[in-house]
T-cell receptor, first 116, second 113 residues
Framework: DTGVSQNPRHKITKRGQNVTFRCDPISEHNRLYWYRQTLGQGPEFLTYFQNEAQLEKSRLLSDRFSAERPKGSFSTLEIQRTEQGDSAMYLC??????????????FGEGSRLTVL | AQKVTQAQTEISVVEKEDVTLDCVYETRDTTYYLFWYKQPPSGELVFLIRRNSFDEQNEISGRYSWNFQKSTSSFNFTITASQVVDSAVYFCALEAGGFKTIFGAGTRLFVKA
């Protein structure tokens, strides 16, 4: 059984560079979420997909952040012109829920970004 | 607005003690879901329990139990006879009207042998 897979697990980059993270959800899950977690804090919602449609995006997500989920399968999160404040763990989660029902989230191990 | 508050930042107990982690939530929705997740030192968040707003029955699973009280907007989590392996960060979470799950800041539990 494959759970949620994220890569790369660690990324160190210089300020101003672009980075891209990939998430492969559990195959039968139609919902995919991106969260950001900094030290000592809970996961902070970034964006959510149902199949290939991006249904919600946090106001915290600046124009430098973009996420896609082509064909409703894997997803990518790109951060352009990285800043030191972007340093965090980026978590992907997927779930499978019926109409009007919230299901539990299955999380990946995360992609840790360090911006120098 | 929706909010989850976990007032306890860190708790330290000795093995075999009981410990309760507090969670208070805010939402205007009448239909909502509450969750607890565990984040062990390895880092990956693991689901523990889900409750919907219409089911106030308390639940027990082994050494874990949950007390949901709508009157006080609380969803507390108790670990009975704690073990060292229970050491982790525990997050309470809320999903209401939109499938966006928001998390509290977490409570770090240290269980000493």
């Amino acid at each position: 059984d494959t759970g949620v897979s994220q890569n790369p697990r660690h990324k160190i980059t210089k300020r101003g560079q672009n980075v891209t993270f990939r998430c492969d959800p559990i195959s039968e899950h139609n919902r995919l979420y991106w969260y950001r977690q900094t030290l000592g804090q809970g996961p902070e919602f970034l964006t959510y997909f149902q199949n290939e449609a991006q249904l919600e995006k946090s106001r915290l997500l600046s124009d430098r952040f973009s996420a896609e989920r082509p064909k409703g399968s894997f997803s990518t999160l790109e951060i352009q012109r990285t800043e030191q404040g972007d340093s965090a763990m980026y978590l992907c989660a997927s779930s499978s829920s019926g109409q009007g029902e919230a299901g539990e989230l299955f999380f990946g191990e995360g992609s840790r970004l360090t911006v120098l | 607005a929706q909010k989850v508050t976990q007032a306890q930042t860190e708790i330290s107990v000795v093995e075999k003690e009981d410990v309760t982690l507090d969670c208070v939530y805010e939402t205007r929705d009448t239909t909502y879901y509450l969750f607890w997740y565990k984040q062990p030192p390895s880092g990956e968040l693991v689901f523990l329990i889900r409750r919907n707003s219409f089911d106030e029955q308390n639940e027990i699973s082994g050494r874990y139990s949950w007390n949901f009280q709508k009157s006080t907007s609380s969803f507390n989590f108790t670990i009975t006879a704690s073990q060292v392996v229970d050491s982790a960060v525990y997050f309470c979470a809320l999903e209401a009207g939109g499938f966006k799950t928001i998390f509290g800041a977490g409570t770090r539990l240290f269980v000493k042998a």
